[in-house]
């Protein structure tokens, strides 16, 4: 049985209520008010201290907020990542961007493809990223994590340290079958 709380825009809770309900494994316990406001800044508008983390060789999130050069950048979540794999452990702030919005961002680049290998043979290493999380927790309000569409290393690292998990699905039949 899989419980679920439905979040988004007017139109997509009316869909997605209405082609969750004919499934009977699948209870909606509720239904949010709709999305008024957009944006990544929304809870850095609310006086939050935000944290974003890239865990994607595509970089989405980055390019979102204007990042085009990721290659150029000295510290990526890569090199967090190595770095605790390695015992050396990083400085709470190294690596991390400022964003204009007033939210902050570990990047990733396209070495972040080759990840899955470097933990291949590494104990414990679905807790590589909590680690890490868990030593600039206290310095953030929200640490949000953006993974790729897959069930790789990386994103069961994310699991491994997340509260919650967001899962968004275009509002499709297709998408939210898979």
Known sequence: MLKIRLQ???KDLKWFKKILEKDRRITVLSV???FANKGTNKLA???KKVLLIDADAQGSLM???GYTEPDKLEVTLVTIMEQIVNEDF???DEGILHHNE???LLLANIEFSGIEVSLINIL???TVLKEYVNSVTESYDYILIDCMPSLEMVTINALACADFVLIPVQAAYLPLKA
């Open 63 to 65: 390019a979102s907020l």
């Open 102 to 104: 007033g939210v902050y």
């Open 45 to 47: 508008r609310q006086g």
């Open 32 to 34: 949010s008010e709709p």
């Open 90 to 92: 990083p400085e709470s």
């Open 8 to 10: 988004g825009t007017t």
């Open 124 to 126: 414990s290493r679905e």
